[in-house]
């Protein structure tokens, strides 16, 4: 795990406040599950949402991101479609944290009509925080 003391390094070469360090998806910690439902279907697009996730501190939760793929198989793992050398065929959306909202509502656009597709979503907090959330992947 090199990257977070190459990152150490380059923030104190670039004086950048030292808080900037912390902001990375959680790694361990206390995941919690995030329930996800499909609020709004047609042929090439879908909209998701869930309830926004209460956390001690709400300003440690920075975002949510949405991934998203094909799933002709409906038997996808986190892992499909990922390989070592950083290639990654999920679609990625990132959500604001929206703090004054209770549920939080995500479309997804551009979807190919009569295909299945994978997606789940995860939070994004700070690396001191140590709880999040993921929701299972749906279909």
């Excluded at 094909?70 to 990132?94: F, H, K, M």
């Excluded at 549920?103 to 001191?128: E, H």
Aim: net charge neutral; charged share 20%.
């Amino acid at each position: 795990h090199q990257i977070p003391t190459e990152i150490r390094s380059l923030v104190s070469i670039n004086r950048v406040p030292k808080r900037a360090e912390y902001i990375f998806p959680p790694i361990s910690g206390n995941v919690t599950d995030l329930p996800v439902k499909i609020t709004y279907v047609e042929s090439n697009f879908i909209t998701l949402e869930w309830n926004q996730f209460e956390m001690e501190d709400q300003r440690s939760l920075l975002a949510y991101t949405v991934y998203c793929i094909e799933a002709p198989s409906r038997n996808i793992t986190l892992y499909d479609g990922r390989d070592a050398c950083s290639q990654d065929n999920w679609r990625v959306y990132d959500v604001a944290n929206q703090p004054g909202e209770k549920k939080i509502v995500q479309p997804l656009p551009n979807l190919k009509p009569y295909t299945y597709y994978a997606f789940y979503v995860k939070t994004y907090t700070i690396a001191s925080a140590r709880t999040g959330a993921q929701s299972e992947i749906k279909y």
